[in-house]
C-alpha cells in the first residue's frame, strides 16, 4: 500500500520505500537465521567439550586397566618361559637317565656330561678314601679326579642356563621328581595367570569399545558444530551482500526526502514573503514609505489616488489625520 504525500495525492518516494521495507525485512529474517544457527552450534560444541571431557577421564582409567593387563601378561610369560626351562632341564635329565647318547659323532648335551663327571668324581672321591692303594695309583686317582672337575667348572655356565632349580645331579632320580613338581607348579601359576589375563582383557575390551564410542560421538558434536557455523557464515555473507543494495536505496531515499523538504522550504518562504505586509517587511516598508515622501500618498487595498473613495477620503482633514494614526510613525532612513 503507497503511502499519500497529502490531499489525497500519491507519495513520489512509496515504491522506493515499499522496496527498502522488504529488503530490511530479508535481512532481519536472515539475521534470526544466522543467529539460530550460531545459538545451534554452539550448544552441539558444549555437548561435545563435555563428551571430550568424559573421553579424557576415561582415557586416564583405561590406561590403569592397560597396566594392570601388561603386568599380568608380564607375570603369565615369567611363569611360561619357567616352566619351558624346567622341562628343557628334565629332558636332558631323562636322557641322562636313560642312558641315551647323541647321534654318533656328536657330543652328549653339557647337562649330560656335566652330570655323568659329577658321578664319577664323586665315586672316585669315595673310593680313594675308604680303599687303600699304591702311591702312583692314588696319584693317578687325584689327576683323573682334577681332569674332571677342570671339565665340569668348563660345562657348569652351559649347565646353569637350563637349571631353572638346583638339583643334585648325582641323585637323577630325585632331581626329575623334583624338576617334575616344580615344573607342574609353574605350569599351574601359568593357567592362573593366563585366566585372570583373559578376565582383564575383556574388561579392557569393552574399556576400548566405550573408549571409541566416545571418541566418535565427540568427533560427530564436532562435525555438527562446525557445519552449522558454516552455514552461519554463509548466511552473514548473503546479510553483508543484501546491506549493500540496502544502504544504496536508503541513501536514494533520504537524497530525494531531503530534496522534497528543500523544495518545499524554498516555496513556502517564498510564498510567506509574498503575503508578508509593511509591518512584517522591511521590502513592503520602504515602499510604502518612498510611495508617500514622492505622492503624498500610500495605497492600501488595491485604491489609488483616482479612486473616487480614494479621494473622498483625501478631502477630508480629519480623514487624513485618521489614516495617520492608523500607520503609526514612519522611520526615515
Same mark, same amino acid.
Given at each position: 500500500?503507497?503511502?499519500?504525500?497529502?490531499?489525497?495525492?500519491?507519495?513520489?518516494?512509496?515504491?522506493? +520505500?515499499? @522496496?527498502?521495507? =522488504?529488503?530490511? #525485512?530479508?535481512?532481519?529474517? %536472515?539475521?534470526?537465521?544466522? /543467529? &539460530? !544457527?550460531?545459538?545451534?552450534?554452539?550448544?552441539?560444541?558444549?555437548?561435545?567439550?563435555?563428551?571430550?571431557?568424559?573421553?579424557?577421564?576415561?582415557?586416564?582409567?583405561?590406561?590403569?586397566?592397560?597396566?594392570?593387563?601388561?603386568?599380568?601378561?608380564?607375570?603369565?610369560?615369567?611363569?611360561?618361559?619357567?616352566?619351558?626351562?624346567?622341562?628343557?632341564?628334565?629332558?636332558?635329565?631323562?636322557?641322562?637317565?636313560?642312558?641315551?647318547?647323541?647321534? +654318533?659323532? @656328536?657330543?652328549? =648335551?653339557?647337562? #649330560?656330561?656335566?652330570?655323568? %663327571?659329577?658321578?664319577?668324581? /664323586? &665315586? !672316585?672321591?669315595?673310593?680313594?678314601?675308604?680303599?687303600?692303594?699304591?702311591?702312583?695309583?692314588?696319584?693317578?686317582?687325584?689327576?683323573?679326579?682334577?681332569?674332571?672337575?677342570?671339565?665340569?667348572?668348563?660345562?657348569?655356565?652351559?649347565?646353569?642356563?637350563?637349571?631353572?632349580?638346583?638339583?643334585?645331579?648325582?641323585?637323577?632320580?630325585?632331581?626329575?621328581?623334583?624338576?617334575?613338581?616344580?615344573?607342574?607348579?609353574?605350569?599351574?601359576?601359568?593357567?592362573?595367570?593366563?585366566?585372570?589375563?583373559?578376565?582383564?582383557?575383556?574388561?579392557?575390551?569393552?574399556?576400548?569399545?566405550?573408549?571409541?564410542?566416545?571418541?566418535?560421538?565427540?568427533?560427530?558434536?564436532?562435525?555438527?558444530?562446525?557445519?552449522?557455523?558454516?552455514?552461519?557464515?554463509?548466511?552473514?555473507?548473503?546479510?553483508?551482500?543484501?546491506?549493500?543494495?540496502?544502504?544504496?536505496?536508503?541513501?536514494?531515499?533520504?537524497?530525494?526526502?531531503?530534496?522534497?523538504?528543500?523544495?518545499?522550504?524554498?516555496?513556502?518562504?517564498?510564498?510567506?514573503?509574498?503575503?508578508?505586509?509593511?509591518?512584517?517587511?522591511?521590502?513592503?516598508?520602504?515602499?510604502?514609505?518612498?510611495?508617500?515622501?514622492?505622492?503624498?500618498?500610500?495605497?492600501?487595498?488595491?485604491?489609488?489616488?483616482?479612486?473616487?473613495?480614494?479621494?473622498?477620503?483625501?478631502?477630508?482633514?480629519?480623514?487624513?489625520?485618521?489614516?495617520?494614526?492608523?500607520?503609526?510613525?514612519?522611520?526615515?532612513?
Amino acid at each position: 500500500m503507497r503511502g499519500k504525500a497529502g490531499d489525497g495525492e500519491p507519495n513520489p518516494d512509496s515504491e522506493l +520505500r515499499d @522496496e527498502l521495507q =522488504s529488503m530490511e #525485512a530479508r535481512v532481519r529474517k %536472515l539475521r534470526e537465521t544466522r /543467529n &539460530s !544457527l550460531r545459538e545451534q552450534g554452539k550448544a552441539v560444541a558444549q555437548k561435545r567439550d563435555a563428551v571430550q571431557e568424559q573421553y579424557r577421564e576415561h582415557r586416564t582409567k583405561l590406561d590403569l586397566v592397560k597396566s594392570e593387563l601388561d603386568a599380568i601378561h608380564a607375570e603369565r610369560n615369567a611363569h611360561k618361559a619357567k616352566r619351558d626351562a624346567i622341562n628343557t632341564q628334565l629332558k636332558e635329565l631323562f636322557s641322562q637317565a636313560r642312558g641315551r647318547r647323541s647321534e +654318533r659323532g @656328536e657330543k652328549k =648335551s653339557a647337562t #649330560a656330561e656335566y652330570s655323568q %663327571l659329577m658321578t664319577e668324581i /664323586n &665315586s !672316585l672321591e669315595d673310593k680313594f678314601q675308604t680303599t687303600s692303594s699304591s702311591t702312583k695309583k692314588e696319584k693317578e686317582t687325584m689327576e683323573r679326579i682334577k681332569r674332571m672337575k677342570r671339565r665340569a667348572e668348563e660345562l657348569e655356565p652351559d649347565v646353569t642356563k637350563f637349571e631353572m632349580v638346583n638339583v643334585d645331579l648325582s641323585n637323577l632320580d630325585e632331581a626329575i621328581a623334583t624338576l617334575k613338581a616344580e615344573s607342574d607348579d609353574a605350569h599351574k601359576l601359568f593357567v592362573e595367570a593366563l585366566q585372570r589375563a583373559d578376565e582383564k582383557w575383556a574388561e579392557y575390551k569393552e574399556g576400548l569399545d566405550h573408549r571409541d564410542f566416545l571418541k566418535a560421538e565427540g568427533d560427530r558434536h564436532h562435525q555438527e558444530s562446525v557445519e552449522h557455523h558454516q552455514k552461519a557464515d554463509g548466511v552473514h555473507e548473503k546479510i553483508t551482500e543484501m546491506m549493500v543494495d540496502v544502504n544504496k536505496a536508503r541513501e536514494q531515499l533520504n537524497l530525494a526526502i531531503e530534496e522534497r523538504k528543500s523544495w518545499m522550504t524554498d516555496h513556502n518562504d517564498s510564498v510567506k514573503a509574498e503575503m508578508k505586509t509593511g509591518a512584517e517587511s522591511d521590502e513592503v516598508a520602504d515602499k510604502l514609505v518612498k510611495s508617500l515622501l514622492s505622492d503624498g500618498e500610500l495605497m492600501f487595498g488595491g485604491l489609488g489616488k483616482d479612486d473616487p473613495s480614494s479621494k473622498k477620503k483625501r478631502g477630508s482633514p480629519s480623514s487624513k489625520k485618521k489614516n495617520m494614526r492608523r500607520l503609526g510613525p514612519i522611520r526615515r532612513r
